[in-house]
């Protein structure tokens, strides 16, 4: 009886191989990951200089984003670079956010070089999430090409974790893109925290809101590619945390949006207001999504 069971299930299962839809054409057996995209599609705008250095960059963010994910799968809360910026937080949340850009399906998303909504003309814009014009569309622009830096460059030329952008690398500004885009950010991740000093505060006063914060998840990645990968033990932190801001030359626009919380208010507007998605962060650069 038991044994007969076993067996016509595993014909049931024979069948549904053979036969995998309507039954009228028994040409194509049932594949679970077909049509899967595993590579980034990027658009015909973007010329083969273009397309190059995006997907280079691309891989560097995949890079960055399995390190920060395995540095986590290694060390959990046991890390204190995981306990600085996560707390006390379950692993699974951020695993889970880096994953997805590692390893998710990447069919949702293209990167397109033709500046279709004008953004790259104004000035400081380096690219942009299309929002409501084309959810799942990125926009690079020119001056990306002239800034962004490779991960080989981390530590170098005066980076540091909390006294630099997070967009000085294509790994960590592509990152953020990525989780603009709602095949990997899934509309959960988004920003609430602006800049290293909030990120800080963010994991000790509204720790449940970091695993799925986007500078959040650039800086601990950076940070921890910074310590294990590319000066190991040492990485470049740069100067910890404090609550004065008047030992940094910022301007008085990046004190006041530390201060308060209407800049964790303007913030979280950013994924659905997407005509105006810039904020300045610390050190004055218009930072636009
Ligand atoms: C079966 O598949 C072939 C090849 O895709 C197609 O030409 C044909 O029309 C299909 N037949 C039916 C009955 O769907
Ligand atoms: C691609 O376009 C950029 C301008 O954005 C230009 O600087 C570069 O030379 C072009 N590359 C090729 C191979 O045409
Ligand atoms: C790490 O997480 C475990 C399980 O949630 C918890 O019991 C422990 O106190 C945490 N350790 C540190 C150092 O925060
Ligand atoms: C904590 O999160 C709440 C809800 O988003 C927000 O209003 C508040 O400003 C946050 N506080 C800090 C210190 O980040
Ligand atoms: C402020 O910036 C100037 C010029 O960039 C630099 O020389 C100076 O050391 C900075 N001061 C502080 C306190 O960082
Ligand atoms: C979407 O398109 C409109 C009209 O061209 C434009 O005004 C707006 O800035 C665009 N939004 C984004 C996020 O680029």
């Known amino acids: 009886m038991f044994a007969s069971s076993i067996k016509s299930i595993f014909l049931l299962a024979a069948a549904a191989v053979a036969l995998p839809t309507s039954g ?74 880096y994953d997805v850009v590692v390893n998710g399906d990447r069919k949702h998303s293209l990167f397109r070089c033709d500046n279709p909504d004008g953004n790259c003309d104004i000035e400081d814009y380096a690219g942009h999430w299309r929002g409501e014009n084309g959810t799942d569309e990125t926009v690079i622009c020119d001056l990306s090409y002239e800034t962004r830096r490779s991960l080989s460059t981390m530590c170098s030329l005066g980076y540091t974790v909390s006294g630099s952008e997070t967009n000085t690398f294509w790994a960590s500004d592509l990152l953020h893109r990525l989780f603009h885009v709602p095949t990997f950010g899934q509309n959960h991740i988004d920003h609430f925290a602006d800049g290293y000093e909030e990120v800080v505060d963010q994991a000790i006063e509204n720790v449940t809101l970091s695993t799925h914060d986007s500078e959040t998840l650039q800086y601990f990645a950076l940070e921890v590619y ?42 979280a507007t950013t994924t659905s207001d997407a005509p105006k998605n810039c904020h300045t962060h610390e050190g004055g650069e218009l930072h636009c999504t």
């Open 226 to 267: 910074a310590y294990d990968i590319a000066v190991p033990g040492v990485g470049c932190p740069g100067k910890q945390h404090e609550h004065e801001h008047s030992s940094e030359n910022s301007s008085s626009q990046s004190t006041s949006t530390s201060a308060g919380t209407s800049a964790a208010t303007e913030a």
């Open 24 to 97: 009228s054409n028994q040409t194509k057996p049932f594949i679970w990951d077909g049509g899967a995209v595993s590579q980034f599609p990027i658009h015909s705008s973007c010329n083969a200089t273009q397309r190059r250095q995006i997907e280079v960059g691309l891989s560097e963010a995949v890079f960055l984003a399995a390190h920060a994910r395995d540095h986590i799968l290694r060390w959990r809360n046991e890390s204190e670079i995981y306990r600085k910026y996560f707390g006390d937080s379950p692993s699974m949340e951020p695993i889970g956010a």
